[in-house]
Each structure stands twice: as structure tokens, then as C-alpha cells.
């Protein structure tokens, strides 16, 4: 059986920042493709993830390139959302998804759409004030 479970979210101050952890069990990280996935307040979750990390290395939105870090800890089985420089517009539900699925040439590249992820956590809050 697969969980995933998301912590660090809370009230924080525009411009700072947080980092998300997602602790997983019943699947290694190092053997799978983890994302991160934001909803909005009053909005459908967006359908591409945000950031992802896979054996192949990390990829971003480029709406958070440059701010936002996904890293995992292999060792712990946890993947983590680092934060920065966050904006009001960041306050969101932010939910970690896994899948042994990968796309590209050389099959090592995690897929973008929440579609392709089998295992989601509940998400955990993140609102900023300016």
C-alpha cells in the first residue's frame, strides 16, 4: 500500500520563505517520478505540476522556476518543496504525487500532467500575506 503525506504548510508573510515536505511509504523515491501540485483557493487543482523529480533530475513550471526547489532525500524516502520568495498569489493547497511512470527518449523524464500520477497525499495548506 502506497501513502503520501504532506507537512510544513501554514500562515506566512509575502516574500519569505517554506518548505513543503512529503514524507512517502510503499514506494521509493529514488524509483519514482514525485510532483508537486498546487490548488488554489476556489479553483481546480492545476493539472501540470509545478515542479517534479525524477532519476532524470528536476524540472519546473516557469511560473516558479528560479523560486521554487524540489529535492528528496533518499535515505528518508521524503521529497521536499522549497519555497522562496513567496507571493500572496502562492496561498494555495499544495499536494505531492508519485508514479513509477516515465516519458521521453530516453525514458527517464517524469511526466507533467496529474493524470499520470497514481498516488497523491492530502495536500497541505499554504497561505501568504502581503
Known amino acids: 500500500q502506497v501513502w503520501l503525506v504532506e507537512s510544513g504548510g501554514g500562515s506566512v508573510q509575502a516574500g519569505g520563505s517554506l518548505r513543503l515536505a512529503c514524507i512517502i511509504s510503499?514506494?521509493?523515491?529514488?524509483?519514482?517520478?514525485m510532483g508537486w501540485f498546487r490548488q488554489a483557493p476556489g479553483k481546480e487543482r492545476e493539472e501540470f505540476a509545478i515542479?517534479?523529480?525524477?532519476?532524470?533530475?528536476?524540472e519546473y513550471d516557469d511560473s516558479v522556476k528560479d523560486r521554487f526547489t524540489v529535492s528528496r532525500d533518499t535515505a528518508k524516502n521524503v521529497v521536499y518543496l522549497q519555497m522562496n520568495s513567496r507571493k500572496p498569489e502562492a496561498t494555495a493547497t499544495y499536494s505531492c504525487?508519485?508514479?513509477?511512470?516515465?516519458?521521453?527518449?530516453?525514458?527517464?523524464?517524469?511526466?507533467?500532467?496529474?493524470?499520470?500520477?497514481?498516488?497523491w497525499g492530502q495536500g497541505t495548506q499554504v497561505t501568504v500575506s502581503s
Open positions: 504525487a508519485g508514479d513509477t511512470g516515465r516519458t521521453g527518449s530516453d525514458g527517464t523524464s517524469c511526466y507533467r500532467r496529474d493524470f499520470r500520477y497514481s498516488y
Open positions: 510503499g514506494v521509493r523515491v529514488d524509483n519514482a517520478c
Open positions: 515542479g517534479m523529480i525524477g532519476n532524470g533530475g528536476t
